[in-house]
């Protein structure tokens, strides 16, 4: 199975900071990597997907990169509504995996 | 945009079944993979299985295997999981997603959730 492994765990940042969250794969999966973003109690939101393809709707302070099996989700500017766990997903193999996730709030 | 509405979940021993129906509605249900995935409390998301458009190919992570069973209706528009033997460690919210259509494992549609707690 494809492990990710996330990092950090937890971030405490400004509200106009530029944040950024890494994501690593086992092994190599192209770009077949999803950013999710999840409030309490709300199901995950996608948020990109293909490594750096951003969602209708999703604003684009949010970004998406890769290189070689690590890739990164970064928000440029952060703002309060970001205040979420944000998890990374392989759709590469089957099972799908998922990062342990980032806990993101405002200091 | 769709939307998807699961039901079922609820309070069950060890060992007991239960059945997780999702509603799907505002997209054609029969042309895309849909899956089910789940969360413990205070854990992220877990994948549990999915299953084709056409209902003829499904998958599961290996700590469901023999338990639980996927399945769709689609004169219901209806996903189902089937989920029998069940354990301490399945207690989670069950969320139904929506495979998007450039795949399987891309999840652009999830439902509310439902919350299956399995305790003595």
């Known amino acids: 199975d494809i492990q990710m492994t996330q990092s950090p765990s937890s971030l405490s940042a400004s509200v106009g900071d530029r944040v950024t969250i890494t994501c690593r794969a086992s092994?190599?999966?192209?770009?077949?990597l999803n950013w999710y973003q999840q409030i309490p109690g709300k199901p995950p939101k996608l948020l990109i997907d293909?490594?750096?393809t951003l969602q209708s709707g999703v604003p684009s302070r949010f970004s998406g990169s890769r290189s070689g099996t690590d890739f990164t989700l970064t928000i440029s500017s952060l703002q309060p509504e970001d205040v979420a766990i944000y998890y990374c997903?392989?759709?590469?193999?089957?099972?799908?995996?998922f990062g342990g996730g980032t806990k993101v709030d405002i200091k | 945009e769709g939307q998807l509405l699961e039901s079922g979940g609820g309070l069950v021993q060890p060992g007991g079944s239960l059945r997780l129906s999702c509603v799907a509605s505002?997209?054609?249900?029969?042309?895309?993979?849909m899956n089910w995935v789940r969360q413990a409390p205070g854990k992220g998301p877990e994948w549990v299985s999915g299953?084709?458009?056409?209902?003829?190919?499904?998958y599961y992570v290996d700590s469901v295997k023999g338990r639980f069973t996927i399945s769709r209706d689609p004169s219901k528009n209806t996903l189902y999981l089937q989920m029998n033997s069940l354990r301490v460690e399945d207690t989670a919210v069950y969320y139904c997603?929506?495979?998007?259509?450039?795949?399987?494992?891309?999840?652009?549609?999830w439902g509310q959730g439902t919350t299956v707690t399995v305790s003595s």
């Open positions: 997603a929506k495979g998007d259509s450039g795949g399987w494992y891309t999840f652009d549609i």
């Open positions: 505002g997209f054609t249900f029969n042309t895309y993979v």
């Open positions: 299953i084709s458009a056409s209902g003829n190919s499904e």
């Open positions: 092994q190599n999966i192209i770009n077949h």
């Open positions: 293909t490594a750096a």
């Open positions: 997903q392989q759709s590469y193999g089957t099972p799908p995996s």
